[in-house]
């Protein structure tokens, strides 16, 4: 196995072959990356204790900065050296797959004849926003299995306009975030801000529902580049440009956009959902 080493540190220079290879010019730095969740951690500056990064992708990632790696170890969390040893550990949940089964209800059932595949997630956001909260009683689990989606979904959604099935993928994936928060919460690992990052973040929608039904203030930054920017991050560091990931932060990060939620909103998701 290679040495050990930490992110944001100059390996060596690139050699031949790899210039030839790449394109890239010969001798140019190379710096040592991350896991690609702590990188989009670094990226949308979620760096200390009491943050939490939820990146939604193919799966939706939460990512907890740690004091201590064991109380991650204790829950079962995927831990990683994140920030150590001067800073944090980070320990992550995943909601496997979420982002695929979404997007089958999408294919599979949002679309109507004639409209092109391309435009969805913007049919997905309007016909969201046009549902009211609850998605007129439409549950939908998104952890069960759609292979046999015909066969085992069609029925619930008989009687229901696309608006509420919009909704309910929207709801549902915030509901399993939360029930996941609501866990550790439980175990002691706790968050007081949620920062978005991945493409949900594009919808006008869904963050605000996420953050309702979570109940946590929410702060957008990064969207789909916040690990490309936390390893411009580590490069720059690795480089010489900057003394660390604050002030490399400090530089290159973005602005972020808040998300308050709104309490008369949180009391009924509270009466809808419990």
């Avoid at 066969?151 to 509901?175: D, Q």
């Avoid at 920017?229 to 604050?246: D, F, N, Q, W």
């Amino acid at each position: 196995l290679s040495t050990l080493a930490p992110s944001g540190q100059e390996l060596g220079r690139l050699t031949v072959r790899a210039a030839r290879d790449t394109g890239l010019p010969r001798g140019t730095r190379v710096v040592l990356g991350c896991f690609d969740h702590p990188g989009a951690a670094r990226g949308a500056g979620v760096l200390d204790p009491g943050d939490l990064l939820l990146s939604c992708g193919t799966s939706w990632v939460g990512l907890y900065p740690l004091a201590e790696r064991a109380a991650g170890v204790r829950q079962k969390l995927l831990v990683d050296p994140f920030l150590t040893p001067e800073g944090p550990w980070a320990a992550m949940l995943a909601l496997t797959a979420i982002g695929v089964t979404i997007d089958k209800y999408l294919d599979r059932s949002l679309l109507q004849p004639g409209e092109e595949p391309s435009g969805k997630y913007r049919i997905f956001n309007a016909a969201a926003a046009a549902s009211p909260a609850g998605a007129g009683g439409l549950r939908l689990d998104l952890y069960r299995d759609p292979t046999d989606f015909l066969k085992e979904v069609r029925n619930p959604l008989e009687g229901h306009p696309r608006e509420h099935l919009a909704r309910a993928l929207m709801e549902g994936a915030a509901l399993v975030t939360r029930s996941k928060l609501r866990e550790l919460a439980a175990a002691g690992i706790g968050a007081r801000r949620l920062v978005m990052v991945g493409g949900p973040t594009e919808s006008p929608v869904w963050p605000r529902i996420v953050a309702e039904i979570c109940g946590l203030e929410l702060a957008l930054g990064g969207g789909q580049s916040a690990g490309a920017v936390g390893a411009a991050m580590l490069a720059a560091i690795g480089s010489g440009l900057y003394g660390g990931l604050r002030e490399a932060r400090a530089a290159m990060g973005g602005p972020t956009e808040a998300i308050r939620p709104e309490p008369a909103a949180v009391r009924r998701y509270g009466e809808i959902y419990g």
